[in-house]
T-cell receptor
Framework: DAGVIQSPRHEVTEMGQEVTLRCKPI?????LFWYRQTMMRGLELLIY????????DSGMPEDRFSAKMPNASFSTLKIQPSEPRDSAVYFCASSFQRNRGEQYFGPGTRLTVT | AQKVTQAQTEISVVEKEDVTLDCVYETRDTTYYLFWYKQPPSGELVFLIR??????QNEISGRYSWNFQKSTSSFNFTITASQVVDSAVYFCALSEAWGATNKLIFGTGTLLAVQP
């Protein structure tokens, strides 16, 4: 079975542009998580979904960030407008909710905002 | 509040040495899970182990072993006979066992460098 798939793997954009990150979770998993990793702040949970419903978005830094999960096999994280401080590696992870915390991570998207 | 502390920021060892990565956690829950994840230089995060707070038995998997001590709120990770391929950042994490959420609280990570 394929692991968590993220696209793009690298994204370079200019400040003010819209950025959309994509994630396909592992088939059968019903929880999906978006994380951001930076040197300064480490791994931060941005938002997570159970059964396609957002459960906790308290980690979303501000209104410029939004996430959707229209179905069990696809999620997006959008930043509009992007700022240089959004530069980070964004990870998507999925799990089967009953397997508490056993999350499987995608390869990440390295975002650079100039 | 839940918290995970990995006091060791960086550790450097020579190949074949044993190394222990420390993890101390805080939680008010009586039931919880503990985890270790590995992040090699390639960047992906790899799940290594999950431990239920009810189960304090130590676990061994090949060269890896984990020591869970509830009395000291610690969940330490030992690599025996380290190899260069073990070089990575290792994260300890905690999650609650019940309720609607299954979010992970991560420590800040320990960078392990294994020199040949």
């Amino acid at each position: 079975d394929a692991g968590v798939i993220q696209s793009p793997r690298h994204e370079v954009t200019e400040m003010g542009q819209e950025v959309t990150l994509r994630c396909k979770p592992i088939s059968g998993h019903n929880s999906l998580f978006w994380y951001r990793q930076t040197m300064m702040r480490g791994l931060e949970l941005l938002i997570y979904f159970n059964n396609n419903v957002p459960i906790d978005d308290s980690g979303m830094p501000e209104d410029r960030f939004s996430a959707k999960m229209p179905n069990a096999s696809f999620s997006t994280l959008k930043i509009q407008p992007s700022e240089p401080r959004d530069s980070a590696v964004y990870f998507c992870a999925s799990s089967f909710q009953r397997n508490r915390g056993e999350q499987y991570f995608g390869p990440g998207t390295r975002l650079t905002v100039t | 509040a839940q918290k995970v502390t990995q006091a060791q920021t960086e550790i450097s060892v020579v190949e074949k040495e044993d190394v222990t990565l420390d993890c101390v956690y805080e939680t008010r829950d009586t039931t919880y899970y503990l985890f270790w994840y590995k992040q090699p230089p390639s960047g992906e995060l790899v799940f290594l182990i999950r431990r239920n707070s009810f189960d304090e038995q130590n676990e061994i998997s090949g060269r890896y072993s984990w020591n869970f001590q509830k009395s000291t709120s610690s969940f330490n990770f030992t690599i025996t006979a380290s190899q260069v391929v073990d070089s990575a950042v290792y994260f300890c994490a905690l999650s609650e066992a019940w309720g609607a959420t299954n979010k992970l609280i991560f420590g800040t990570g320990t960078l392990l460098a294994v020199q040949p």
